[in-house]
């Protein structure tokens, strides 16, 4: 019993060293404001789609910029944004890859596709930033350069309670491993076997020897 107890409370320290851990490292890669980045580069427009945006229920901001001149943002139905391109040339984010924080793009199409800006499609537009608030998920978003030529895109996700999270993580793995630690070292010295008897029930103290007495001493003389 005493061994089973003393990998019990090892296993302990090192769930509350991997938990404090991971709650460290979350809470620098968030940051105060509880804030992720995902960064990609694009040759052509770009579609992301509900599997990036509508993935959390926080606000979901998309920004654009390209050295060749403005960049323009539409949101909409995914359906809509997919007849809108068609077989055009363009870019679609596959997946965003945590804690890499990058987006997987993918290309399809082959010819050229029009200036998009003024379809009917759009739910709301932007050049350069837009914000899908999720209040009308699913949705898609359009980046397309109007001037052609590469862009960066950034998608950022912020939630409060994601930093909160993490230090609540850390603090719990700190107090496990920290009274973990504690009791192995005060019974480190202790091994199982003087703790126990063979049944796994604690050992009985060794009964006292009394202390001969001056009679009985003359008596063994005697003999």
Same mark, same amino acid.
């Given at each position: 019993?005493?061994?089973?107890?003393?990998?019990?409370?090892?296993?302990?320290?090192?769930?509350?060293?991997?938990?404090?851990?991971?709650?460290?490292?979350?809470?620098?890669?968030?940051?105060?404001?509880?804030?992720?980045?995902? =960064?990609?580069?694009?040759?052509?427009?770009?579609?992301?789609?509900?599997?990036?945006?509508?993935?959390?229920?926080?606000?979901?901001?998309?920004?654009?910029?390209?050295?060749?001149?403005?960049?323009?943002?539409?949101?909409?139905?995914?359906?809509?944004?997919?007849?809108?391109?068609?077989?055009?040339?363009?870019?679609?984010?596959?997946?965003?890859?945590?804690?890499?924080?990058?987006?997987?793009?993918?290309?399809?199409?082959?010819?050229?596709?029009?200036?998009?800006?003024?379809?009917?499609?759009?739910?709301?537009?932007?050049?350069?930033?837009?914000?899908?608030?999720?209040?009308?998920?699913?949705?898609?978003?359009?980046?397309?350069?109007?001037?052609?030529?590469?862009?960066?895109?950034?998608?950022?996700?912020?939630?409060?309670?994601?930093?909160?999270?993490?230090?609540?993580?850390?603090?719990?793995?700190?107090?496990?491993?920290?009274?973990?630690?504690?009791?192995?070292?005060?019974?480190?010295?202790?091994?199982?076997?003087?703790?126990?008897?063979?049944?796994?029930?604690?050992?009985?103290?060794?009964?006292?020897?009394?202390?001969?007495?001056?009679? =009985?001493?003359?008596?063994?003389?005697?003999?």
């Amino acid at each position: 019993m005493a061994l089973a107890r003393r990998i019990a409370v090892a296993l302990a320290a090192l769930l509350g060293l991997g938990l404090a851990v991971f709650g460290a490292w979350f809470a620098f890669i968030l940051g105060p404001k509880g804030t992720v980045a995902f =960064h990609a580069t694009s040759n052509a427009p770009l579609v992301l789609g509900p599997n990036v945006l509508n993935r959390v229920t926080a606000p979901v901001t998309v920004t654009a910029s390209a050295a060749s001149g403005p960049v323009f943002l539409g949101a909409a139905v995914p359906q809509d944004t997919d007849e809108l391109v068609g077989q055009a040339k363009h870019n679609f984010v596959a997946s965003a890859d945590f804690p890499a924080r990058t987006l997987t793009i993918e290309q399809l199409g082959s010819s050229d596709l029009a200036d998009p800006s003024d379809a009917h499609v759009w739910r709301s537009t932007g050049e350069g930033s837009i914000t899908v608030t999720q209040d009308q998920a699913p949705e898609s978003v359009l980046v397309y350069p109007t001037e052609g030529g590469s862009f960066d895109v950034d998608v950022t996700v912020a939630r409060n309670t994601w930093f909160l999270q993490a230090l609540v993580a850390l603090v719990v793995g700190l107090i496990v491993m920290a009274f973990a630690g504690g009791w192995l070292w005060q019974n480190w010295r202790t091994t199982p076997e003087d703790e126990s008897g063979d049944d796994g029930t604690p050992a009985a103290p060794p009964t006292p020897q009394p202390e001969p007495t001056e009679a =009985h001493e003359r008596a063994e003389e005697r003999r």
